[in-house]
């Protein structure tokens, strides 16, 4: 159930008690240690990674040891606020592209700036790029699990 709130789409308290059961299966309130360190893992970098994959990550993290896990909890994400503000203020340059390690886009991009495709290109960008960053840190990590 959604309440209008000030302008503003708000959510039930019901349906955050949902959404948390579900993410985090409470019912058996005896969570090991390691479920805990995997629920406050998923806690502290929701914002970083597609809300598409936290269930099936929270799978696949279940499946590793406290060694693997400690491995995977050393991960440094890239934050899509801040690369929004860098590709809002240097993105028609390419610098975006740079930091997400796509160098030939980003030389093309580069290029491309000085004729009106790049600048398109860059306004295209602006709406894609946190998606583009919670991906490059959902395959960052997933290549840290492929290796663990």
Known sequence: MLVF???RLAVTRIQISIEWFRLFNLANMETTEKEKRIQRFIIENKKFLPQSSIYSLKDQLLKLTDEQLEQVEWVKFKDPTILLIISIFLG??????????????????????????GAIWWLIDLFKITDKTMEYNYNKLMETLSYV
């Not at 390690?101 to 000085?114: E, N, R």
Request: aromatic share 14%.
């Open 92 to 117: 028609g340059l390419g610098v975006d592209r740079f930091i997400l390690g796509d160098t030939f886009k980003g030389v093309l991009k580069l290029i491309l700036t000085f004729f009106i495709v």
């Open 5 to 7: 709130v000030h302008g």
